[in-house]
T-cell receptor, first 113, second 112 residues
């Protein structure tokens, strides 16, 4: 099955720095989702984007749904140690009552003091 | 408390044995999903179910089986035919439409 192209694969940043990651696809999605996963846990939803061109914020997080519906980016401002984890993008298509998610390969974020 | 539970958190089995992973939800969601995650990779869809007594194969269904006898439960059986069963398995549910999927805490299966 397809996986989305997500970059960068990993990042080492200092506390207080801003972070940017993005996701691209060869096909269109109805919805873009950004999840964060801590080690040994399930992913937790951070931001959901429903319309092309939409820019959405959630605290220090900002994400955009690309105008072509084939890409999305996530920015984290003023990073803190608890931002450490793996961030996944996911494109969603809905058929009937089910949604099918296609995931990116993840961006591993490590924050140093 | 509303949510998704997966048990056990860690599971160990010998090669050649079938093993069933549990997923229970009390969110009253119609759709349920099983994903597999390998190190350094995103999640890949194994099976999903839109409604009781109905389920469809995902991208990597070979060597797995599921049932959906109750709305609350969607167990996954990893059979001996699955060539590389060691992985982190995640269950998710979905309310419908454009709403997002919610994930359980996962079960890490190790087969030796």
């Amino acid at each position: 099955g397809q996986q989305l192209n997500q970059s960068p694969q990993s990042m080492f940043i200092q506390e207080g720095e801003d972070v940017s990651m993005n996701c691209t696809s060869s096909s269109i999605f109805n919805t873009w989702l950004w999840y964060k996963q801590d080690p040994g846990e399930g992913p937790v939803l951070l931001i959901a984007l429903y319309k092309a061109g939409e820019l959405t914020s959630n605290g220090r997080l900002t994400a955009q749904f690309g105008i072509t519906r084939k890409d999305s980016f996530l920015n984290i401002s003023a990073s803190i140690p608890s931002d450490v984890g793996i961030y996944f993008c996911a494109g969603q298509r809905v058929t009937g009552t089910a949604s099918k998610l296609t995931f990116g390969t993840g961006t591993r974020l490590q924050v140093t003091l | 408390d509303g949510g998704i539970t997966q048990s056990p958190k860690y599971l160990f089995r010998k090669e050649g044995q079938n093993v069933t992973l549990s997923c229970e939800q009390n969110l009253n969601h119609d759709a349920m999903y099983w994903y597999r995650q390998d190190p350094g990779q995103g999640l890949r869809l194994i099976y999903y179910s839109q409604i009781v007594n109905d389920f469809q194969k995902g991208d990597i269904a070979e060597g797995y089986s599921v049932s959906r006898e109750k709305k609350e439960s969607f167990p996954l059986t990893v059979t001996s035919a699955q060539k590389n069963p060691t992985a982190f398995y995640l269950c998710a549910t979905h309310t419908g439409g454009d709403d997002e999927q919610y994930f359980g805490p996962g079960t890490r299966l190790t087969v030796t």
